[in-house]
């Protein structure tokens, strides 16, 4: 425990991080939830349209990757398990993260849950050269990566090559035939 729970709930940052996918309680329907667009209040005196709200909505028009990797829309998940769980759920990160259907957000909030349970069975990703207390190296990127790091390589599912382009400003693997 990092510290008592009531000294917690009073951190700002705690305070606004989004929900962790691996919740017993997280589900799809939370996940839409989060991705959409949300009012902003406005604390000025000048009164902004709706249409203006939407605009600077956090959510509003973002990519799914962009949304993905906001940690007030969910805790937890960085570019390494975006691009993972996005591949994996066959959806184009450069998306609009409201344009999901349901079967999509069903597939992604899976592709969450299992590429985050099986990165932690396997120690974390380790990208460059972070070690665990006990000196190991996280297994996940040798043993399961589908696409990330895997620019111009082939496809793993339809052999169609890998293409890295950058979402929110991050480098970003995808498969242009699998993920639509």
């Given amino acids: 425990k990092l510290a008592p729970t009531n000294e917690l709930d009073r951190d700002d940052f705690?305070?606004?991080?989004?929900?962790?996918?691996?919740?017993?309680?997280?589900?799809?329907r939370l996940l839409r939830q989060r991705?959409?667009?949300?009012?902003?209040?406005v604390s000025n005196?000048?009164?902004?349209?709706?249409?203006?709200?939407?605009?600077?909505?956090?959510?509003?028009?973002?990519?799914?990757?962009?949304?993905?990797?906001?940690?007030?829309?969910l805790a937890g998940v960085g570019n390494i398990y975006a691009d993972e769980s996005l591949f994996m759920a066959c959806i184009n990160p450069r998306r609009s993260a409201s344009s999901l259907t349901v079967p999509e957000l069903k597939r992604l909030t899976e592709a969450l849950r299992e590429r985050l349970t099986c990165s932690i069975n396997d120690g974390g990703s380790t990208a460059r050269n972070y070690v665990d207390a006990l000196g190991l190296r996280g297994e996940f990127l040798d043993l399961h990566?589908?696409?990330y790091g895997r620019s111009g390589q082939a496809c793993l599912k339809c052999g169609s090559k890998l293409e890295k382009t950058r979402v929110a400003g991050r480098g970003t693997v995808f498969c242009p035939k699998c993920q639509k």
Avoid: C, H, M, N
């Fill in 35 to 41: 991705l959409q667009p949300r009012k902003i209040s």
């Fill in 14 to 28: 705690v305070a606004r991080l989004g929900p962790d996918p691996l919740d017993p309680d997280f589900d799809w």
């Fill in 145 to 147: 990566a589908q696409v």
């Fill in 45 to 73: 005196k000048r009164s902004k349209s709706e249409a203006d709200s939407k605009k600077d909505s956090p959510t509003s028009g973002r990519s799914i990757k962009a949304a993905l990797l906001d940690q007030e829309t």
